[in-house]
């Protein structure tokens, strides 16, 4: 199962990062990647800096229990299959989304740019579809290889998506969008649909 995770990481890394990046840059000039927001030590550098401990601590769980360094929590088949099955829904969910955000789509945030406030497609249902897509996957593979690094790591990266929304996203859209964005916020929801909306 170990080797699977592996995989499955392999293939979200190419498709959601590689082949996504590839396009924006072709249509955009940019690769979409803005890098790490804040001074050190502040929100939002801790939520970047913390989504990528968050991956490197998830690819090092698999690692760790193909070299038989830690145990799986769960051996049932059963469970296994189903975190391919989550994961590879995440997957495809994730690269849905990238579509539908279009040329706004990015990793991170630079202030002195203004980014459409895409609203339609699955955006009209969820605010922050890549995300929501990212922790599904991110789920399945901790039950594909169910050990105490999995979890810490998919903890972590929930942890660190919800600071990154709060703390780094929400306010520059805020900024750059105004009273669109607050409508926003009131009528979609965070993650799940109808969850998580806010007032004007």
Same mark, same amino acid.
């Given at each position: &199962?170990?080797?699977?995770?592996? !995989?499955? *990481?392999?293939?979200? +890394?190419?498709?959601? *990062? ?7 840059? #072709? ?26 401990? +968050?991956? !490197?601590?998830?690819? !090092? ?13 769960? /051996?049932?088949?059963?469970? =296994? ?5 989550? !994961? /590879?829904?995440?997957?495809? $969910? @994730? ?10 789509? #990015? ?7 203004? @980014? ?14 890549? *995300?929501?897509? &990212? ?6 593979? &901790? ?30 859209? #805020? $900024?750059? =969008?105004? $009273? ?16 998580? @909306?806010?007032?004007?």
């Amino acid at each position: &199962m170990s080797v699977v995770a592996l !995989a499955l *990481f392999g293939v979200f +890394a190419a498709v959601g *990062f590689g082949w996504r990046s590839w396009v924006q840059r #072709r249509r955009t000039g940019s690769t979409g990647f803005k890098g790490v927001s804040g001074r050190p030590g502040s929100l939002e550098w801790f939520a970047g800096v913390g989504f990528l401990v +968050a991956i !490197a601590v998830a690819v !090092a769980a698999p690692a760790l229990q193909w070299a038989g360094l830690v145990a799986p929590l769960l /051996t049932a088949t059963g469970i =296994h299959v189903a975190g391919i099955v989550i !994961a /590879t829904a995440g997957i495809a $969910a @994730t690269v849905y989304a990238q579509l539908d955000m279009g040329d706004a789509w #990015r990793i991170g945030v630079d202030a002195s740019e203004r @980014t459409p406030l895409v609203r339609t497609g699955v955006f009209a249902r969820v605010r922050n579809p890549i *995300f929501s897509a &990212m922790i599904v996957f991110a789920f399945g593979i &901790m039950l594909v290889t169910p050990n105490v690094v999995a979890v810490a790591g998919f903890a972590i990266l929930v942890f660190t998506i919800e600071l990154q929304v709060r703390a780094v996203e929400e306010p520059y859209l #805020r $900024a750059v =969008h105004g $009273a669109d964005y607050r409508d926003y916020l009131a009528g979609v929801g965070r993650f799940v649909p109808g969850v998580g @909306t806010a007032t004007r």
